[in-house]
């Protein structure tokens, strides 16, 4: 016998453990992979979910339409409170995407810098945000505010 077939015949348990180990940590990694994007898009589900769940408050309650508006004089007509509340909770809304979108969600930071531009800068949602930006993340804070400068560049 030759001597690498010596060596196997010594060793032939050792080689088939560590194979069994090495297989097993790649198939726990493939899982892990497959889990990880399995959630990505159960979040992404669910946030569409309650942005559409959100925003059909407003095509049902009239009293919410002026927060599309582009033009308010809102020292003649202020915030609401029921205007306060909904955009509170659009706010929070927008807090949750930008969470997801930091932590690797299929939503991107982009497509979150493209939403908050355009959504931020209606006077409505603007001052909400500047009544309330005390009580936010201030990394949150920060990426909104940074959005808003990008829109008057």
């Not at 198939?27 to 889990?35: G, H």
């Not at 309650?50 to 339409?65: A, I």
Request: charge should be positive.
């Amino acid at each position: 016998m030759g001597p690498d077939i010596l060596w196997f015949r010594d060793n032939w348990f050792p080689v088939i453990q560590t194979l069994g180990i090495v297989g097993s940590l790649v198939f726990t990694a493939l899982s892990i992979r497959q889990a990880t994007n399995a959630r990505k898009a159960s979040d992404l589900l669910t946030l569409t979910e309650q942005h559409r769940h959100l925003w059909n408050e407003v095509y049902s309650r009239p009293g919410l339409t002026r927060i599309y508006e582009e033009k308010i004089d809102l020292l003649a007509n202020p915030v609401t409170v029921a205007e306060t509340l909904f955009l509170n909770e659009v706010i929070v809304h927008f807090h949750t995407g930008w969470q997801l979108s930091c932590h690797g969600s299929l939503l991107t930071l982009q497509a979150m810098k493209a939403d908050a531009r355009t959504f931020f800068k209606l006077p409505l949602p603007h001052a909400v945000w500047r009544q309330t930006t005390g009580t936010r993340d201030p990394k949150f804070v920060h990426f909104i505010d940074a959005c808003l400068r990008e829109n008057k560049s």
